[in-house]
């Protein structure tokens, strides 16, 4: 689908659905919209800026150009990239178990590319 359309038209009724959605789960489940503290707004719009608009756009901008399989693939690399920031911003601790399993994942994403970069768009 994201061939032929460019980006805008492709995210906006996405990322609008999502928050309509979300919206409406707020109001069935009653939780309230205001009354946090202003740095739960910050960090509520900080995880709306970075992961969402930024880094999920982006994977999105790449379905235009890269096969589904490779960036679906490189999706995985998520979770290593929020362990490192969890340990540069919140100094969360990083064990033996973590970095063992981001040296895997991170292999499987450069072979996975590896073995796509002869795909194109259509295959």
Same mark, same amino acid.
């Given at each position: ?73 490189? /999706?995985? &690399?998520?979770?290593?990239? @929020?362990?490192? $920031?969890?340990?540069?911003?919140? %100094?969360? +601790?990083? #064990?033996?178990?973590?970095? /063992?399993? &981001?040296?895997?994942?991170? @292999?499987?994403? $450069?072979?996975?590319?590896?073995? %796509?970069? +002869?795909? #194109?768009?259509?295959?």
């Amino acid at each position: 689908m994201r061939k032929g359309q460019d980006l805008l038209s492709y995210v906006f009724p996405v990322y609008s659905t999502a928050g309509i959605t979300v919206i409406l789960f707020c109001l069935i489940f009653r939780e309230p919209f205001f009354g946090y503290s202003s740095s739960t707004y910050l960090f509520l719009f900080l995880l709306a800026l970075v992961p969402q608009l930024i880094g999920h756009t982006t994977f999105n901008w790449a379905l235009k150009y890269l096969p589904a399989s490779v960036v679906a693939v490189t /999706i995985l &690399g998520e979770p290593v990239g @929020s362990t490192l $920031l969890a340990y540069s911003i919140l %100094g969360e +601790g990083l #064990t033996s178990l973590k970095m /063992i399993g &981001g040296i895997f994942i991170l @292999s499987g994403i $450069l072979i996975s590319a590896w073995h %796509g970069r +002869g795909e #194109t768009r259509e295959t």
